[in-house]
């Protein structure tokens, strides 16, 4: 029994697909479908139902998968303890990052964290809540940036900072000319929001509680916040930004940016990891790194 065979079959569990695993493990298919048959040999049980689509583990690939995950666990937990005696930040860091966070803050710290700590390899990945959610809690994610209070238990949260909620008009609006906007003033109507599983959508829906039944005139499914602000440019609608998108936003544009009143809601923006996460030094340097460029405005 090896490392990498558990780290295999680990992959195929949280994929529940062979060839999915092998991608994301960067080996070939058959390779990983060898090291995984030779674990079973080992033990003398099937692991992984391949009858059934998804792959699913068995009654014994349960058991063997729950203990793998104690054992990868103390194998990181060796390997950063050894990092810390030698005065080094290294290893692999798989990070989640929401979709309403990465286009706008991935960039301003990561250029800086891989000078400053070169023997850290990143591997990022841009994904919706629910699927970062479930990501950490089957090891398939180290951490992720995250809206605070969206994770389930099991998962720890070290919040970094606040990020102000931004009313986005059409310069056809009624609501151009004022400099702050009321929630009670906008029209719900002409109120549109990211698609379903954005927690930002979500967290929108919430400051307007009351109008939670009132829907807009236009139905459409929209993953980014940039195609939000060209419906807006073009029709009547108005839409929310959090505020580290707003400085994105063109020179020329900057007048549909409105502030909303005083009491209108901010999320917080924190850093999301499994509770027996053991690589604490990379998380730390990550967090300060996240931090520093928020505190320098950069």
Same mark, same amino acid.
């Given at each position: 029994?090896?490392?990498? !065979?558990?780290?295999?079959?680990?992959? @195929?569990?949280?994929?529940?697909?062979?060839?999915?695993?092998?991608?994301?493990?960067?080996?070939?298919?058959?390779?990983?479908?060898?090291?995984?048959?030779?674990?079973?040999?080992?033990?003398?049980?099937?692991?992984?139902? %391949?009858?059934?689509?998804?792959?699913?583990?068995?009654?014994?690939?349960?058991? @063997?998968? +729950?203990?793998?995950?104690?054992?990868?666990?103390?194998?990181?937990?060796?390997?950063?303890?050894?990092?810390?005696?030698?005065?080094?930040?290294?290893?692999?860091? %798989?990070?989640?990052?929401?979709?309403? @966070?990465?286009?706008?803050?991935?960039?301003?710290?990561?250029?800086?964290?891989?000078? %400053?700590?070169?023997?850290?390899?990143?591997?990022?990945?841009?994904?919706?809540?629910?699927?970062?959610?479930?990501?950490?809690?089957?090891?398939?994610?180290?951490?992720?940036?995250?809206?605070?209070?969206?994770?389930?238990?099991?998962?720890?949260?070290?919040?970094?900072?606040?990020?102000?909620?931004?009313?986005?008009?059409?310069?056809?609006?009624?609501?151009?000319?004022?400099?702050?906007? %009321?929630?009670?003033?906008?029209?719900?109507?002409?109120?549109?929001?990211?698609?379903?599983?954005?927690?930002?959508?979500?967290?929108?829906?919430?400051?307007?509680?009351?109008?939670?039944?009132?829907?807009?005139?236009?139905?459409?499914?929209?993953?980014?916040?940039?195609?939000?602000? +060209?419906?807006?440019?073009?029709?009547?609608?108005?839409?929310?930004?959090?505020?580290?998108?707003?400085?994105?936003?063109?020179?020329?544009?900057?007048? !549909?940016?409105?502030?909303?009143?005083?009491?209108?809601?901010?999320?917080?923006?924190?850093?999301?990891?499994?509770?027996?996460?053991?690589?604490?030094?990379?998380?730390?340097?990550?967090?300060?790194?996240?931090?520093?460029?928020?505190?320098?405005?950069?």
């Amino acid at each position: 029994m090896t490392i990498i !065979q558990l780290e295999y079959l680990l992959a @195929v569990a949280n994929c529940g697909s062979f060839s999915l695993a092998a991608q994301q493990s960067f080996v070939t298919q058959p390779s990983l479908s060898m090291q995984i048959k030779a674990l079973e040999e080992e033990l003398g049980v099937i692991l992984l139902d %391949r009858t059934k689509k998804p792959v699913i583990p068995t009654e014994a690939g349960e058991v @063997v998968i +729950r203990n793998a995950r104690e054992a990868l666990k103390s194998y990181n937990y060796v390997r950063e303890s050894v990092n810390e005696l030698k005065g080094e930040i290294a290893g692999t860091l %798989r990070l989640g990052v929401i979709p309403t @966070v990465g286009p706008y803050l991935l960039h301003r710290f990561i250029p800086a964290f891989i000078r %400053r700590y070169p023997k850290i390899e990143l591997d990022i990945y841009e994904m919706e809540t629910a699927p970062i959610a479930e990501a950490l809690q089957k090891d398939a994610l180290d951490a992720a940036l995250v809206a605070s209070g969206t994770t389930p238990d099991g998962i720890m949260e070290y919040e970094l900072f606040s990020d102000r909620f931004h009313l986005y008009v059409s310069p056809s609006s009624d609501l151009y000319e004022r400099a702050n906007v %009321r929630v009670e003033d906008i029209d719900m109507k002409q109120l549109i929001l990211l698609s379903q599983g954005h927690c930002l959508r979500d967290q929108v829906l919430e400051l307007c509680q009351a109008h939670r039944a009132v829907h807009s005139k236009y139905n459409f499914e929209c993953g980014t916040m940039e195609t939000l602000m +060209r419906i807006v440019d073009c029709t009547n609608c108005v839409t929310v930004l959090p505020e580290m998108a707003t400085a994105f936003v063109p020179d020329e544009r900057r007048r !549909q940016i409105k502030t909303l009143a005083k009491g209108a809601m901010s999320r917080k923006i924190a850093l999301a990891v499994r509770r027996t996460y053991v690589k604490h030094s990379i998380i730390s340097a990550l967090r300060d790194a996240v931090l520093e460029c928020n505190r320098a405005g950069a």
